[in-house]
């Protein structure tokens, strides 16, 4: 596959926000992490990303050794714990723990801020102004979903792919531009009123096709021409068309 594919992704906040987005996904308590299934579901998005040619920051994969090194402890016997006067054991999940519970402070924060600029918003006026051109569409609010869950809709169909037919890997001769791409899928979520399975965008198993699908996705999330909801946790995406959903 061509360099050009390969695309960075602003929405990554960092791994303790993956962790975090896993933490609430699973409904793990925070206090006691089982770090197997955190890890292997890490692992999981991580190597999505790499399929996807998503630039994983170093961060990322930092953390993913922290986990594995914290998975390999706990396999480990107890004598080479540290053990104070008082015959407590330190656990090797604490300093995570911590860093998650600190950093799910400064994000509340930012939410309860970000919710007080909203309100704001509200309160200060400005002099009257004449509207010309008032439009009576209603406004669409794009629905939660996160780039995370993205990248589990995307982690399945690898996952289908891989079942039905064996991803074609070879590097082609002629590229597909993201333009036109954008523009074919823009055409068949057009097409379906009602909204479109996610998967059913990915139509052909070929490992180029599928990135710049993804890409095209997320470009037209990004300039508001489509938009994804999920009912509730590990359902499917469905993508519906931005403009014919503000006429309903």
Not at 197 to 206: D, G, K, V
Request: proline residues 4%; glycine residues 2%.
């Amino acid at each position: 596959m061509q360099q050009s594919y390969k695309v960075k992704v602003d929405a990554f906040e960092g791994p303790l926000d993956l962790l975090l987005h896993l933490i609430n996904e699973y409904e793990i308590d925070i206090y006691d992490i089982p770090v197997a299934q955190i890890t292997e579901q890490y692992m999981v998005y991580i190597n999505t990303m790499q399929e996807l040619e998503l630039n994983v920051a170093s961060e990322y994969l930092v953390m993913a050794a922290t986990l594995l090194a914290i998975k390999s402890q706990l396999l480990l016997p107890n004598q080479d714990l540290e053990v104070d006067d008082e015959g407590y054991e330190e656990d090797p999940r604490e300093e995570l723990m911590k860093r998650l519970i600190e950093y799910r402070k400064y994000k509340d924060a930012a939410i309860q801020l970000k919710e007080k600029e909203l309100d704001a918003n509200h309160i200060y006026t400005r002099p009257p102004k004449a509207f010309k051109d008032l439009s009576t569409k209603k406004t669409i609010v794009q629905g939660d979903i996160s780039i995370y869950e993205m990248i589990a809709a995307m982690n399945k169909v690898f996952e289908r792919k891989k079942w039905d037919n064996p991803l074609e890997t070879r590097i082609q001769r002629s590229e597909i531009p993201i333009k036109k791409r954008m523009e074919e899928v823009l055409e068949q979520v057009k097409l379906h009123k009602t909204g479109v399975r996610f998967e059913l965008l990915f139509q052909y198993p070929s490992k180029s096709h599928i990135v710049v699908t993804f890409i095209a996705i997320l470009e037209l999330m990004k300039v508001k021409e489509i938009y994804c909801t999920q009912e509730k946790h590990f359902d499917e995406l469905m993508v519906y068309d931005m403009e014919g959903e503000m006429w309903k």
